[in-house]
Antibody, heavy 121, light 107 residues
Framework: QVQLQESGPGLVKPSETLSLTCTVS????????WNWIRQPPGKGVEWIGYVHYSGNTNYNPSLKSRVTISLDTSKNQFSLKLSSVTAADTAMYYC???????????????WGQGTTVTVSS | AIQMTQSPSSLSASVGDRVTITCRAS??????LGWYQQKPGRSPKLLIYAASTLHSGVPSRFSGSGSGTDFTLTISSLQPEDFATYYCLQDYNYPLTFGGGTKVEIK
């Protein structure tokens, strides 16, 4: 069964770079779209971006200037870097898989358990 | 970005009730919509994709309908384990966008 596990610092200082890694188990990362999604405390859910196994990326325009998502196929991992963080970036961060189920049919079908990141000095 | 307006934001219901949640897209998204259930402290779980297709292992009391801009999630007979927050997600184009959520509480 496919499993995703987020890891990284739970506390980041303002203006610094948030770095998280998602380790993918039981399936090769060399397929699918690999996403980061976040949820601030008590608020809604926001898609951050994806990296495709081909290396292509797509980011939410609201975060694009600060986001980098990359793949490490040798470790079966993908990573998120978010620069110049502020308190508004405090959130639960999830990694998730988006799958092509059929021609023109996709779904974000597998999620990690999430990791809490707090931005504070 | 496509805006997803979900309603109601919360509702109270009893076990056995029929519950309906709606999601409206700011532009047509064909049937590129998923529904998710999230329980406190847990990650969202896929219930329905392509607006009406039940994901593997999801009970048949959940159903989805709609196309274009208006979508509905229905729980035919609410069970104790269904008390949770539900989100829609449009998968038509980027950025992917979620509805604001509907919290289903016990009456």
């Amino acid at each position: 069964q496919v499993q995703l596990q987020e890891s990284g610092p739970g506390l980041v200082k303002p203006s610094e770079t948030l770095s998280l890694t998602c380790t993918v188990s039981d399936i090769s990362i060399s397929s699918y779209y690999w996403n980061w999604i976040r949820q601030p405390p008590g608020k809604g859910v926001e898609w951050i971006g994806y990296v495709h196994y081909s290396g292509n990326t797509n980011y939410n325009p609201s975060l694009k200037s600060r986001v980098t998502i990359s793949l490490d196929t040798s470790k079966n991992q993908f990573s998120l870097k978010l620069s110049s963080v502020t308190a508004a970036d405090t959130a639960m961060y999830y990694c998730a898989r988006r799958t092509r189920i059929a021609p023109n049919i996709y779904a974000v079908d597998v999620w990690g358990q999430g990791t809490t990141v707090t931005v504070s000095s | 970005a496509i805006q997803m307006t979900q309603s109601p934001s919360s509702l109270s219901a009893s076990v056995g009730d029929r519950v309906t949640i709606t999601c409206r897209a700011s532009q047509g998204i064909r049937n590129d919509l998923g529904w998710y259930q999230q329980k406190p402290g847990r990650s969202p779980k896929l219930l329905i994709y392509a607006a009406s297709t039940l994901h593997s292992g999801v009970p048949s009391r959940f159903s989805g309908s709609g196309s274009g801009t208006d979508f509905t999630l229905t729980i035919s007979s609410l069970q104790p384990e269904d008390f949770a927050t539900y989100y829609c997600l449009q998968d038509y184009n980027y950025p992917l966008t979620f509805g604001g959520g509907t919290k289903v509480e016990i009456k």
